[in-house]
């Protein structure tokens, strides 16, 4: 690193910090204590009763424990995530924890613990400080510890968010090669988890560059921006997946509108009550607001240029990230879920932390911001308890019950086809299953597949009537495990042309409707007895399944059985 990288200009000297301060940051500091136990405290609920394994981590554990690394590497398009993430959760299988639900669950403690740790890291090396606001929007926050500990690369990828920020800010401050580095080794493990995180690597390597060229530090500039093409080209390897998935990707995108984002950002940030919504609305005006005025030395006299810079760089870094990630999402025009807004959420809430600590030197306005912080945090526990509580699944409880009842001459039918991914690794029973509707493959989300069904929507069934005609005919029983939607007569189904329809073009979600519908139509008319089964309490929406048990014919089931449907 040349020499005129490495020296900086000394910052005034920070005002020195009284005494009521003093002994109200000891305050903080016990709170924040307490609220990490409160979050660990979460992270083992979740633990002990999230259950058995949903599907998107049945396909995670699928494609990491293929017979080689090669056939891995291949499978990859079948998963959301680069490929350090089956690398590591292969491994972790390997050495001795097993796929079983339980030990594989160690591992998303380990990285939800992990990013405990490194919001502290962050907080001391960026703000000198205690992660006070970080803990309450972020580490808190029910989704983060459901998801980030679940088995997918969330909890890792946060992680190594968190590391990424307090990495490139070391650089900008006081450059050298260690820091530089540890910065571009950060990221580039940060971006090999999640492939997000590239975009916030690119956001974060803008700021830096920023505050740099704002202090005329040219050189540091293109060193600040030299982070990120280790990571950059580690990316080159995937750009063939992106080639691939556009022939599929069509069944899941739908518009992604403003509309959308607010639904989806209410239901995030409303996990944890009103009181934390209205938090986080104050906070970001405040984060927005402040850096501007803080670079007029006339208004913010006591504060030195460190303090200055950093709050240009929360500003730069949310400037610069929050468009690219709207594109993002609007380019990429996916159902989307709480897990795509974690990197948003993350960085949002270290500009926050880093931003208020270049203002929070007045005791009054610590002890009147931890008292908030406090009531917030008690008015929520409840709320989040119920969520960090709820078990993934009940698809492991369905498949357990449905192989000591169901009778081999029955039939099984998993209704969304998707949830069979998950069926398949718990269901050992003897009597045969199919998903509606029904391919070969169930251990990953084929939607290649699909798309091939969609093309002749019309004989996409005809196995399902078949299995099912068998079962009732010969006095067997139906377990449909999913909803169907309710049809009275043939003229409320929907019909649809080989894709892309018309209408529906690609939409994979109106042809699966369809489809259900026949098949509801076909079981609700032709059986004579239908009896409902529950299984779980407190499950997530994403896979709560019920189980109708079909038995019986009704007085017209035998010329439904003999149609053409």
Known sequence: MSQSVVQTTPPLAAAPLSRRVVVTQRWELWFCVGVSLLVAFFHIVYFTHAGGLWRDEVTSVNVASSPTVGEMWHLRDFDSFPFLWHLILRAWIKIGMRATADHLRVLGQLAGFGLLAAIWVRARVVDKGWPLFSLVLLALQPHVIRYGDSIRAYGLGLMAITLMFAAVWRVVEKPSWRSYLLAALVSLIGCQLLYYNTIVLFALGVAGAVVCVRRRRYARAAVVLAIGIPAAASMVPYFDIASRLDSWQPLLQQPYTLGLLGEKLHEILGAQGDGVMALWAVLMLITIAAPVVAQNPKWTAKLSDEQRDRALFCLATIVVLFPLYWLFLKRLSYVTE????????????????????????????????????????????????????????????????????????????????????????????????????????????????????????????????????????????????????????????????????????????????????????????????????????????????????????????????????
């Not at 949002?348 to 917030?376: M, N, P």
């Not at 529950?534 to 009704?554: C, D, K, P, R, T």
Request: glycine residues 4%; neutral net charge; contains cysteine.
């Open 338 to 565: 709480p897990w795509y807004y974690f990197a948003v959420l993350a960085v949002s809430a270290f500009c926050i932390e880093s931003t208020l600590r270049v203002f929070f030197r007045d005791y009054r306005i610590h002890r009147a911001a931890l008292a908030v912080v406090t009531v917030i945090v008690m008015s929520s526990l409840l709320l989040e308890y119920s969520l960090v509580s709820m078990r993934m699944t009940n698809v492991d409880l369905i498949a357990r019950m449905l192989a000591e009842e169901a009778a081999p001459e029955d039939v099984i039918i998993v209704r969304p086809w998707y949830a069979g991914v998950s069926f398949d690794r718990y269901y050992h029973g003897k009597a045969p299953w199919m998903t509606l509707p029904d391919f070969p493959s169930h251990q990953y989300h084929r939607y290649d597949i699909v798309k091939q069904l969609m093309r002749d929507p019309d004989s996409a069934l005809d196995p399902l009537y078949a299995a099912m005609t068998k079962a009732l005919r010969g006095g067997h029983r139906v377990w449909i495990c999913g909803p169907l939607p309710p049809v009275k007569d043939r003229s409320q189904l929907i019909h649809l042309a080989p894709a892309p329809d018309p209408k529906a073009g690609w939409n994979e979600g109106v042809y699966n409707f369809a489809w259900s519908q026949r098949v509801s139509y076909f079981i609700n008319n032709a059986s004579a007895h239908v009896d409902v089964q529950m299984a779980g309490e407190n499950v997530s929406h994403y896979e709560n399944l019920v189980v109708f048990v079909y038995s019986g014919i009704s007085p017209a089931g035998d010329a439904i059985l003999g149609s053409d449907k």
